[in-house]
T-cell receptor, first 109, second 113 residues
Framework: GQNIDQPTEMTATEGAIVQINCTYQ??????LFWYQQHAGEAPTFLSY????GLEEKGRFSSFLSRSKGYSYLLLKELQMKDSASYLC??????????FGAGTRLFVKA | DSGVTQTPKHLITATGQRVTLRCSPR?????VYWYQQSLDQGLQFLIQ???????AKGNILERFSAQQFPDLHSELNLSSLELGDSALYFC????????????FGSGTRLTVV
């Protein structure tokens, strides 16, 4: 079966660092995406990891360990506008990308 | 504006009815994906088309069907609607190399009453 697990909710303080974890068990794996989705809006692409290791893009970084079926999204210097849901998604091959239920992040002042 | 256009933005209809949701992909993208997102739930993959051909199917109900036309726009048809079909329906498109992820449209919010 296909399973992607993320925490349901997280709360962090403005200016801090937060790490959102994602574990997956899928029948195939080509790569892992992270998307940001504000309430009622479309998801927007953040990152794509194919190989193990850390990819940094400004305040956001994403890490992948294929052997452990694990990824995390690291957000630094948190801002209020980072309050959103963060979706972990696996490209399982066969033209299917499966999404996790998302982690709702609340950033407080 | 993401470049992916979905219409209508909102739709309210009664149980048992049929509706059609429309999507125009971003210029140059050949793939179109349909996802359903119910309240507080993740994105559920419905179906994917590539250049007019069906490529992959998810947990799409038999009451639902889709197609992609020669101009690459796509339509998702939902029939015999039930209350549980109320959800946000997103269309996304992607270029041939998939490492830039999907570009999503703003979605159609369907409410079945």
């Amino acid at each position: 079966g296909q399973n992607i697990d993320q925490p349901t909710e997280m709360t962090a303080t403005e200016g801090a660092i937060v790490q959102i974890n994602c574990t997956y068990q899928t029948s195939g794996f080509n790569g892992l995406f992270w998307y940001q989705q504000h309430a009622g809006e479309a998801p927007t692409f953040l990152s794509y990891n194919v190989l193990d290791g850390l990819e940094e893009k400004g305040r956001f970084s994403s890490f992948l360990s294929r052997s452990k079926g694990y990824s995390y999204l690291l957000l630094k210097e948190l801002q209020m506008k980072d309050s959103a849901s963060y979706l972990c998604a696996v490209d399982t091959g066969g033209f299917k990308t499966i999404f996790g239920a998302g982690t709702r992040l609340f950033v407080k002042a | 504006d993401s470049g992916v256009t979905q219409t209508p933005k909102h739709l309210i209809t009664a149980t048992g009815q049929r509706v059609t949701l429309r999507c125009s992909p971003r210029s140059g993208d050949l793939s179109v994906y349909w996802y359903q997102q119910s309240l507080d739930q993740g994105l559920q993959f419905l179906i994917q088309y590539y250049n007019g051909e069906e490529r992959a199917k998810g947990n799409i109900l038999e009451r639902f069907s889709a197609q992609q036309f020669p101009d690459l726009h796509s339509e998702l048809n939902l029939s015999s609607l039930e209350l549980g079909d109320s959800a946000l329906y997103f269309c996304a498109s992607s270029p041939p190399d998939g490492d830039r992820g999907y570009t999503f449209g703003s979605g159609t919010r369907l409410t079945v009453v």
